[in-house]
């Protein structure tokens, strides 16, 4: 009777040791967003021989190792995503988790401006100048580099916000656009930072942007400074966080001198605040 007990014991501890060491645990921040905003996922206790992956909605979020059974993963949410819950699910050998993503329910402000006409209503010309642009940009969004960046992103300019993301811009009193980043306040020849590592993938000047600048963080994460007065690296070149990239200038459609500061994470368009406060200690 006794070694019957001991059997069941140790078949349980077994058992429970087994289910503990390779129950993988996922943890999602943060809970709640707003359309445009940036997410990460984390992993642990990821088993060894089993491979782990992140959908939202059905899109895969792409995963970096993070050490021993850990991996993260940085994603986004369309910025005319219907708010609500989304699900996140995690698949791990014969695991599956499902987390869920709330979706708050934004208020973009209305913004009006005004702007030179020929700036607005495009000739034949500038048309086709900014549609192959806008056609190049889209190329690049869709190139998913091994990860470059390492820690939390930090802005590029240290001063205030002019125009929140998600703006709907009223130009001349007809045209309608969204503001796909932010716009920070700067002086004309001010240094701009790299917002973290990474490689310049693109550095010329734009019909919209003026000299812009483009640089791949790896793992589908770009960062995009527009209107610069000129540049301080080229394409090609790797910069570190903090590197100076560049100079304020009022390039392209801009009324002055600022800093159009955009961030894509798998080619959405993603609020650059919310990629700033990620905390992505490895
Ligand atoms: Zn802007």
């Not at 599956?96 to 708050?104: Q, T, Y």
């Not at 100076?244 to 993603?270: D, E, M, Q, Y």
Request: hydrophobic letters at 40%; proline letters at 6%; charged letters at 20%.
């Amino acid at each position: 009777m006794t070694r019957l007990l001991m059997y069941f014991a140790l078949v349980f501890a077994v058992f429970t040791c087994t289910t503990s060491a390779f129950a993988i645990h996922a943890d999602i921040q943060p809970r709640n967003v707003f359309p445009g905003d940036a997410f990460m996922v984390r992993l642990s206790d990821i088993a060894p021989s089993q491979a782990a992956s992140v959908f939202i909605e059905g899109a895969e979020v792409p995963l970096e190792g993070c050490g021993e059974g850990c991996a993260f993963g940085i994603g986004a949410v369309e910025i005319d995503t219907t708010p609500g819950e989304k699900s996140v699910i995690i698949n791990s050998g014969p695991y599956r988790l499902s987390l869920i993503l709330s979706v708050r329910t934004p208020n973009f402000p209305e913004m009006r401006l005004k702007l030179p006409q020929d700036k607005v209503s495009l000739g034949p010309e500038d048309l086709a100048r900014a549609k192959k642009e806008e056609e190049k940009l889209k190329e690049i969004w869709q190139q998913i580099t091994p990860r470059l960046f390492q820690g939390d992103f930090m802005l590029p300019l240290p001063n205030p916000v002019s125009a929140v993301f998600g703006a709907k811009r009223i130009i001349n009193d007809q045209t309608v656009s969204v503001h796909r980043g932010i716009d920070l306040r700067g002086k004309q020849g001010e240094q701009i930072r790299a917002a973290n590592y990474g490689r310049t993938v693109l550095a010329e000047e734009l019909f919209f942007g003026g000299n812009t600048l483009v640089i791949d963080h790896g793992a589908g994460i770009y960062t995009v400074y527009m209107h610069l007065d000129r540049f301080a690296v080229n394409r090609g070149d790797l910069v570190a966080k903090g590197d100076i990239i560049g100079f304020v200038g009022s390039t392209g459609r801009a009324t002055g001198p600022h800093l159009h500061f955009g961030v894509k994470i798998l080619s959405i368009n993603t609020n650059p605040l919310s990629l700033m406060k990620l905390q992505i200690s490895e």
